[in-house]
Nanobody, 112 residues
């Protein structure tokens, strides 16, 4: 049974930084494509960043240059470093393991 647990969210002022963590347990391997998604109030969930086969990364345009996804396979953890945060980054952030499992999310609120 796969379990994903996100943490690291909080309230931050515009221009600030946060680092989100997603700890995975169960049938997760270093080859899983791990991703971060977010859902703002009243909006659909959207993809934010993905790390493919542990090395290649890709980002949605609005976060390129500000967010960095990484993973520590020894700790079964995926990170999302978020810098230069903007109010429009406010959302619940979710971790996904590429095969349909989701965490419960962590709330990020960016004040202007």
């Amino acid at each position: 049974q796969v379990q994903l647990v996100e943490s690291g969210g909080g309230l931050v002022q515009a221009g600030g930084s946060l680092r989100l963590s997603c700890v995975a347990s169960g049938s997760i391997t270093s080859m899983n494509d791990m991703g971060w998604y977010r859902q703002a109030p009243g909006k659909q969930r959207e993809w934010v960043a993905i790390i493919i086969s542990g090395t290649r990364t890709n980002y949605r345009d609005s976060v390129k240059g500000r967010f960095t996804i990484s993973r520590d396979n020894a700790k079964n953890t995926v990170y999302l470093q978020m810098n230069s945060l903007k109010p429009e980054d406010t959302a619940v952030y979710y971790c996904n393991d590429g095969v349909g499992h989701w965490g419960k999310g962590t709330l990020v609120t960016v004040s202007s």
